[in-house]
């Protein structure tokens, strides 16, 4: 049997070609795939070659948030049903390391997360029309939720993830810096864990035009008004928390200045080595927490999006057959217009 597979061979080389796969063994399930989304990284492996440390060395096939329907079960599998529409959670830790064992896989020293370019062998991602993976990465979703909403399961968790680095957000005034599906995706969740103000900042009035509906009670373009933050820098600053979902110098020194004293600001977004305002950091006793992936949260996302107790469709800006993924990527790139970018398959 063969399947249709986008894969990356370097930067700006990205190829939709065949290849075969097999029947799903114990434990696994076949899907027929339905919606992957274009992720930050997948982004930049195709438009940078990588970012920071981690670069493409090898053919990777892309995508690493997706959703598909169950086709068939292998031996020992009777959950998901056939026919259920699922997402893949990508992560696949070892279960035997030290910190799988102390219940914290995201840091296991052999985890296979897929569609990364991490480690090598890279591990293969999802944006295919075919995938076999084993049943239990495999979340299943209500009949009235679209294959488009399912396949946000896994930013969505990134998301919660960071989230739940903050502590209590009930009543917290929180700042958002970029309004990427990251950011908007985190602005919802800080909704839905209680913030009575969030303010989001980005440099495309785009990407802000979507953050009201997500649940931003204030947007920032911070390039045609620069001193749009200013007033919340006010008596050493008024933000309980920043989630920093831009990796960007500016955004990060202006989220040190707004933030209040002993505040936490959680690191969403990455990038290589930069400069940051220790000063900042130890006058106001910041707690700057980083914040990887998700664990559990993969469980509670597609709660959330089977109830649409968070609704993740105002992000979703743009969809490509897989046979035009080049074009997918390259729109994905031009935030002028596009948030979350998705791919069909068969
Ligand atoms: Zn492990």
């Known amino acids: 049997m063969l399947t249709r597979v986008a894969r990356l061979y370097g930067k700006q080389d990205l190829k939709v070609e065949t290849q075969a796969f097999s029947e799903p063994g114990p434990g696994n399930v076949l899907l027929r795939m339905a919606v992957g989304g274009i992720c930050g990284s997948d982004l930049h492996y195709y438009q940078d070659g990588g970012f920071g440390p981690i670069q493409v060395r090898e053919p990777i096939i892309s995508g690493h948030e997706a959703s598909g329907y169950v086709d068939k079960l292998g031996d020992g599998v009777s959950e998901p049903t056939i026919g259920a529409l699922v997402a893949v959670n990508p992560s696949q830790p070892c279960g035997t390391c030290q910190y799988c064992d102390k219940g914290e896989p995201i840091h296991c020293l052999d985890m296979r997360f897929m569609g990364s370019a991490m480690r090598l062998p890279h591990e293969q991602g999802m944006f295919r029309d075919w995938l076999v993976v084993p049943a239990k990465q495999c979340f299943a979703f209500p009949s009235d939720i679209t294959p488009a909403e399912a396949a946000c399961a896994e930013p969505l968790a990134v998301c919660l993830h960071a989230v739940a680095q903050a502590g209590d957000l009930t009543g917290k005034k929180v700042l958002v810096t970029g309004a990427g599906p990251i950011g908007l995706l985190t602005v919802a969740a800080a909704k839905h864990a209680g913030a009575s103000e969030i303010v989001v900042t980005d440099l495309a009035d785009a990407a802000l035009s979507r953050a009201p509906a997500m649940g931003a009670t204030q947007t920032i373009n911070v390039i ?123």
Request: glycine share 8%; aromatic share 8%.
């Open 224 to 346: 045609s008004n620069p001193q749009g933050l200013a007033p919340y820098q006010e008596g050493k600053g008024t933000f309980d928390v920043v989630f920093d979902c831009s990796a960007a110098g500016p955004a990060l020194r202006s989220a040190f200045a707004v933030i209040k004293p002993r505040g936490t600001i959680v690191q969403v977004g990455v990038t290589g080595d930069m400069t940051i305002p220790l000063n900042a950091l130890v006058g106001k006793e910041v707690i700057w927490r980083g914040s990887q992936r998700f664990d559990q949260e993969f469980a509670q996302a597609v709660q959330a999006i089977s109830s649409r107790s968070i609704d993740v469709r105002p992000i979703i800006s743009h969809n490509f057959p897989l046979e035009n993924a080049v074009e997918a990527f390259e729109q994905a790139g031009d935030r002028s217009v596009a948030c979350k970018v998705q791919i069909t398959f068969s």
